[in-house]
Each structure stands twice: as C-alpha cells, then as structure tokens.
C-alpha cells in the first residue's frame, strides 16, 4: 500500500518534486495540513520566524507563481508565514464549470476581488454569481466551488 502525506501519496509528491506534476491548490493545502505549516512555508526558502513589526513585499509580477489547468496563481507576500490570510493574485483561465472535473473543496474561506474580465463563481450551495470588475465576494471555500472565467479573455 502505498504512503500517503497529507491526502497525497508519496508517488505524487514525487511526481511534485521532480516537475512532473503541477499540484492544484487544494493539493497544495493538503500537503501544508499534513506538514502542519502554513502554506506560505512551502513557497518560502528564509527560515521559520515570526519578528514583531514584520513586513511583506511583492514587486509586480515576482510573486510565486504555480498553475493549475484552471488557474495561474501569484502568491504575494510569500516571505511572511503564519499570516491568517493567503494572498493570491489569480487569472482565472477556466472558461466553463466543465473545465473541472469535480469543484473543488478545502478548509477555509477566501475572499475575490475581480480585477480584470468577467468571472462566474460556481458554488455547491449557491446560484452561479457573476462578478464584474471591483466587485467581491467571501465564501465559504468547505463547498465545492470554482471560477469561471466568463468572456473571451481569461479574467483577473
């Protein structure tokens, strides 16, 4: 049988590791809970402190990136850890609900602030929501939920 770490088999996490998988976010937060560190950890090459007065900086465009065949995501701010929020700057390349083969689900909540584009936000519980540029929405992210990119360009 074979191990598993935090909802992901040891096989996965080597296909990780060696580039030959790129994790989804949800996998992403499997493997900080079974690490039992935030997920900023995983992107951060400083070591492991808390300073009082800490500060974080992201110039334009330098976040850590990772893709999903969903999403592009940008973590921000990733050199501070054991934030209580996760700053993510996202183009949402999913043009349809079927671009998912199942929506996903994990612990927390998020919050999404269109920048660019048109989204559809799809939730388990919820009528599809569309948001247009400088509107928002907190949810629940327990419900299977997904974004939807819903014009011609991918969405920001």
Known sequence: MARSFGRLATSTLSKIENGQLSPTYEKILALSKGLGVDV????NDSPVGTPVGRRGVTLRGRGVVHSSPQYDYEMLCADLTGKQFLPMLT????????????????DGEEFV???RGTITLHTEFYEPLKLSPGDCC???????HGLVSAGVEDAE
Do not use: C, G, I, N
Request: proline letters at 3%; aromatic letters at 16%.
């Open 113 to 115: 602030y269109v920048v």
């Open 138 to 144: 907190y949810f629940d992210s327990s419900m299977r």
């Open 40 to 43: 900023a950890e995983l992107f």
């Open 91 to 106: 183009r949402v390349k999913a043009h349809s609900v079927h671009d998912f083969t199942v929506l996903p689900q994990h």
